[in-house]
């Protein structure tokens, strides 16, 4: 490969999406479109982290359902989530009974999975996955900030971390296309501001839709959508004022998760949405349906990563962060 | 795919190997055969995670030199490590300019990633990647037990975490080649000590290992080892004794690297090493180059992982545990 663009030969197909989504987040722009809700963001579980695991597994449940699968139909499951050794995912999906595998992207892994089971796809290794991520507001609060009882304020730049999971199953057949797929280098322009994700994620997206728009010769008009997720507002503004200083011009067709998932105006969400679940939701619930039905015809996904943690703050370093891009197409099958 | 079973066609293969060690592991029974050590634990750092990031980059950047490569030569980085976030890898790879995907599977992290570069390379995805792990004793003790300055006492069950790095380039020359690869499902048994990993660990690698003879249609005596990293002394025991009583009899050819790292009787390690580093040391120093030189010909190796988190089992949670299987062989070229 002389470039780092990789051009999907066998044409992948996202079978089924599933989407389980906190409270907070059905009351939210997409809350109608959200396969399944829990009023209770304990998902009938005794604490946050069990919480989480209960919605991977309800969101896996959910996408082989739709896909008419049963887990045994399945010869890999690629996942990953925020907590401290992807806990969520291990004791979320420990139960279906399929070779596994964990990703640790932060919030970009929604993207690292789909991309990761297509290219796997692709080479034959593979005839059908899941990829599956989630996040918790109450679980990583008190992991990467505060414990919620503290009732620490919040900066303006912060973005929400989102209670979702959603999953994805990559196979064959299907209306959804994933055709392309560019895997992000470490990125770090010295940000060490933790309230101020989107700032430091801004120049991975730069770098890999730069390349990308170089190595595919395409430009951002030839796509309906470029859904980045998840910068929240911060970053949204950085990244179509940077990228139009390289000729790029973003402004017409790029959303965010972060933005789509809650309401800035009415929600306290500050900068908007984030975590593993933020992309996951967003595209199960509205994207991918889109795409299968034809309303989208050709898209960017572009999911972002902050990829330090508290300790790594802590002792002075800053931010590296990474981008994965997929390009997905609505085929009539 | 009927089973889970992947053989690989393109026959890709490990171009170097480059292991970075601790002071007490280059004072072990693999002492000599380590590319590089430090008498210094911290590298050179100012912390031991800065440290461990560091044995990361030397690995990698030892592995290149070996195979007359330089970083624009990967089409991608696999990476992991056991801190929290995965940041020993995040940060040491940072500098590299190379696609990244960060991986978290435990202690099977490196032949996770080595199995999935693999797969890649066998699917035409890549042609060139480098897979790379590390573990460090001290950042490990005070993130998963406790700080080295409250001087704990070990349970004779407990492992060593091994302070090393292991850096491995994949790709179409070389004389060690990877035929097969088995994905490891997750197990779960209900052991809940932390201090006893190897009894958590060894139903995973039954289970692997069962799946593999009976898909592969080989047994144990076709291989020259059978090589797990790590389950200590607890834990291989336990194999040795169970997969027995399924007609399996692997005490001939059985070795774990948690026992190849450490002098048990002079290092006070109980029950041995750990940590993704162990088997990446074992591997990369003394298993990669015996099989490159025809000495070893055909081998089994699997990586295993614990996957809980310390907070997983402060909430009651047992220990899930998965094991990954990659077969190696030597090829003359």
Chains 1, 2 share one sequence.
């Not at 089924?16 to 009938?44: R, T």
């Not at 790029?248 to 972060?258: E, F, L, P």
């Not at 949405?273 to 595209?283: N, T």
Request: charged fraction near 20%; aromatic fraction near 8%; hydrophobic fraction near 35%.
């Amino acid at each position: 490969m002389e470039n780092n663009l990789i051009t999907l030969k066998s044409s992948p197909k996202i079978l089924s999406s599933y989407s389980v989504a906190g409270n907070k987040e059905h009351n939210g722009p997409l809350g109608n479109y959200y396969d399944e809700w829990c009023a209770d963001d304990k998902f009938g579980k005794s604490s946050w982290e069990k919480a989480e695991s209960e919605m991977q597994r309800r969101a896996l449940r959910g996408a082989l359902k739709k896909a008419s699968l049963s887990d045994c139909d399945l010869d890999l499951i690629l996942a990953g989530d925020l907590l401290n050794q992807c806990v969520s995912s291990t004791y979320g999906l420990a139960d279906y009974n399929v070779p596994y595998l964990g990703l640790y992207g932060a919030c970009s892994t929604c993207a690292e999975s789909i991309a990761l089971g297509a290219c796997l796809f692709d080479g034959g290794i593979i005839s059908k996955c899941g990829a599956i991520t989630s996040s918790h507001y109450c679980s990583s609060e008190r992991q990467f900030r505060y414990p919620l009882e503290y009732g620490g304020q919040r900066a303006p730049t912060a973005q929400w971390t989102t209670t979702g999971s959603g999953a994805f199953i990559i196979g064959e057949k299907g209306n959804v296309n994933i055709e392309q797929v560019m895997f992000g280098r470490i990125i770090d322009k010295g940000i060490s501001d933790i309230n101020n994700m989107g700032a430091a994620m801004a120049p991975a997206v730069i770098d890999t839709l730069v390349r990308y728009f170089d190595q595919s010769g395409t430009k951002p008009c030839d796509f309906d959508l470029i859904v980045t997720g998840d910068l929240g507002f911060e970053g949204s503004e950085i990244i179509k004022d940077l990228l139009l200083g390289e000729g790029i011009d973003v402004r017409k067709n790029h959303v965010d998760c972060g933005l789509m998932v809650f309401n800035r105006e009415t929600q306290d969400v500050h900068a908007g949405g984030s975590g593993c679940g933020c992309s996951a939701i967003a595209m199960a619930s509205t994207i991918i349906p889109n795409l299968s039905s034809g309303y989208l015809k050709d898209i960017l996904f572009l999911g972002t990563g902050a990829l330090m943690s508290p300790m790594t703050l802590f002792q002075g370093e800053t931010i590296p962060a990474v981008a994965h891009l997929i390009r997905l197409t609505h085929s009539e099958e």
